[in-house]
């Protein structure tokens, strides 16, 4: 069955206090709207038509897919007026899921199941119930079947008593949405139309109307605050740590995980507090990742330790490495197996080989580093001359001494020494000894100079 989505994002979101439109607020690192995007596409629905307003051009500017038809609503005059922005767009034969911008948990589950309710009703609404639904629109049912939805204001006492709730999600056949929309009125205080109309519409024409349920009453929680988009974004992260620990990870404190993209990870891997992960990240079996770490789209391999502090972004990590703590791997940066990086060691389009290490305080950029090479404390490989970017070449076996400098392009041959404190500025042969410093100089009775007054 082919169906088609209309997403609401039309708002400004006024009690967000902010010049970002109300859905390109982020949960788990990715704007409202997109993730709501990314889930019906992935249930390959014909055609997405976005119903925007505020803010367009930053919409259109963030917000992307592979079948997006942009629909403007130029004024906002209710939910029901913003749907008629993509009536054109609508095919009579196809079903039309409808779908609110400010939901970003919604899962894709879960509009399967309203999906496969309407294929057996004339329209399916997705309802839920709450413990307190005051404030909400009420389900109105004879039997199974719906007949009405009654805002709370309208309400009787025995009617405020339901707590089933409409979520403002329903499918319908595209023919009847159409007709049904350009029935409604905007007779009403607020001078607005309303889509939960078209309910009693299809009531009326005798339809059958059914209900399909979310699993977790916070997939159709809406924002309209930051205190709210903080809560979703707790429930977010709560979800995807459980799904973590269902996949082989052990979190030391699954309240401190955040997750802002793609996690996967193999057996035993243990990630302590306060983690942030970004974008795609693949875990290995057996890895450790120490408190306050942050992965960005890397890659660790299996038995590595990433220690406290450490930042990995855009970055390959080998079997058995050691990084950290306070290590900093850029993007292109290299570890192969059992290699070694310390403290205050930064790496960024650099090869460590197997083996290699670079203990601590240390600046590896643009460097082929061979296996099992030493890299004395202080070492700097001089990479850019203010214009260029040149590449520092060290042999395996190579002791580097501490505090030098290799000035690129230059490379240090297998087996080569560098005395520490040398500035090298080119070729050193395998197995030589280079110093490049100046000669020390002792002078008897220096007089210190003194405090002048």
């Not at 249930?43 to 930053?58: D, F, K, N, W």
């Not at 703590?325 to 197996?337: D, H, K, N, S």
Request: charged share 20%; net charge negative.
């Amino acid at each position: 069955m082919t169906f088609s989505v209309v997403i609401l994002a039309a708002g400004k979101g006024t009690r967000m206090k902010s010049a970002l439109p109300k859905v390109l607020h982020k949960v788990g690192g990715v704007p409202m709207a997109q993730r709501i995007i990314n889930t019906v596409e992935a249930m390959a629905a014909s055609q997405i038509h976005l119903v925007y307003g505020h803010g367009r051009e930053q919409l259109q500017a963030t917000l992307h897919g592979t079948s997006l038809n942009w629909c403007l609503q130029e004024e906002q005059l209710g939910t029901g007026h913003a749907v008629q922005q993509a009536a054109p767009y609508l095919k009579d034969d196809e079903d039309v899921l409808i779908l609110v911008g400010d939901a970003p948990l919604i899962q894709q589950e879960t509009l399967e199941r309203l999906v496969d309710v309407k294929a057996h009703c004339d329209l399916a609404l997705l309802t839920v119930e709450l413990d307190d639904p005051t404030g909400m629109g009420r389900i109105i049912r004879e039997g199974e079947n719906i007949t009405a939805i009654v805002e709370h204001k309208d309400a009787t006492q025995a009617q405020r008593a339901i707590r089933e709730i409409n979520t403002g999600m329903m499918i319908m056949k595209g023919a009847d949405l159409k007709r049904w929309l350009g029935a409604l009125s905007n007779d009403n205080a607020q001078g607005e139309y309303y889509l939960t109309d078209v309910i009693a519409m299809a009531a009326t024409e005798g339809k059958t109307i059914r209900a399909a349920h979310p699993d977790s009453a916070v997939e159709v929680e809406g924002v309209n605050n930051r205190v709210q988009l903080a809560n979703l974004e707790r429930a977010l992260q709560r979800r995807q740590a459980e799904a973590a620990m269902l996949g082989g990870a052990t979190l030391a404190d699954p309240a401190r995980f955040d997750l802002r993209g793609e996690l996967t990870t193999g057996e035993d891997v243990f990630i302590d507090v306060n983690a942030v992960i970004q974008g795609k990240v693949k875990l290995g079996n057996g890895v450790s990742i120490g408190p306050n770490c942050v992965l960005i789209d890397c890659e660790i391999a299996d038995n590595a330790v990433i220690e406290a502090n450490s930042i990995i972004e855009q970055a390959k990590v080998g079997e058995h490495c050691t990084v950290g703590p306070f290590a900093r791997l850029r993007p292109g940066a290299v570890m192969e197996q059992k290699s070694k990086v310390g403290n205050f060691v930064e790496m960024k389009k650099a090869v460590l080989g197997e083996g290699a290490k670079a203990n601590h305080l240390t600046y590896l950029g643009d460097a082929e580093i061979g296996a099992n090479a030493n890299i004395g404390a202080g070492t700097i490989t001089c990479n850019y001359d203010g214009v260029n970017k040149s590449k520092t070449r060290i042999g395996e076996n190579a002791f580097i001494g501490s505090n030098s400098a290799l000035v690129a392009p230059v490379e240090i041959g297998a087996g080569a020494t560098v005395g520490a404190g040398s500035v090298i500025t080119s070729r050193v042969d395998d197995n030589a000894l280079a110093i490049a410093r100046s000669k020390q100089r002792v002078i008897p009775n220096w007089p210190r100079p003194t405090k002048k007054d």
